[in-house]
């Protein structure tokens, strides 16, 4: 099972900078694959950005296209979602979630075939606030 744990979130000012971490934890990492979620007071959670290691593939919604990156260490079993040019509408909890295969990108893209609910994994979440 695998665990996670986001951190780097905070508040910055509109076009301010903040990097979110996602660490994982646990016994197997085999076809992991990660998606960062958000979610603003009184909306809907919606995907944002994810990555799958094994099938070298990174994904951006085109809400935050431009703007958000998201990138991944080996190493240290960490995703990361570079935040840019922040707006006062990204404010919201972050949520990173990890599954098998390519489960989190039909999540996060909200392609047909795709469901939160397949996401077996996901952290306690990180605040951003962005003011204006």
């Known amino acids: 099972q695998v665990h996670l744990a986001e951190s780097g979130g905070g508040s910055v000012q509109t076009g301010g900078s903040l990097r979110l971490s996602c660490v994982a934890s646990g016994s197997s990492y085999e076809s992991i694959c990660f998606g960062w979620f958000r979610q603003a007071p009184g909306k809907e959670r919606e995907g944002v950005a994810t990555?799958?290691?094994?099938?070298?593939?990174?994904d951006i919604v085109d809400s935050v296209k431009g703007r958000f990156i998201v990138s991944h260490a080996t190493a240290e079993n960490t995703v990361y979602l570079e935040m840019n040019r922040l707006r006062p509408e990204d404010t919201g909890m972050y949520y990173c979630?990890?599954?098998?295969?390519?489960?989190?990108?039909?999540?996060?893209?909200?392609?047909?075939?795709?469901?939160?609910?397949?996401?077996?994994?996901w952290g306690q979440g990180t605040l951003v606030t962005v003011s204006s």
């Open positions: 990555f799958y290691p094994a099938g070298s593939r990174a």
């Open positions: 979630a990890s599954a098998r295969g390519w489960k989190c990108r039909r999540a996060v893209l909200g392609l047909p075939d795709g469901d939160v609910n397949s996401l077996d994994a």
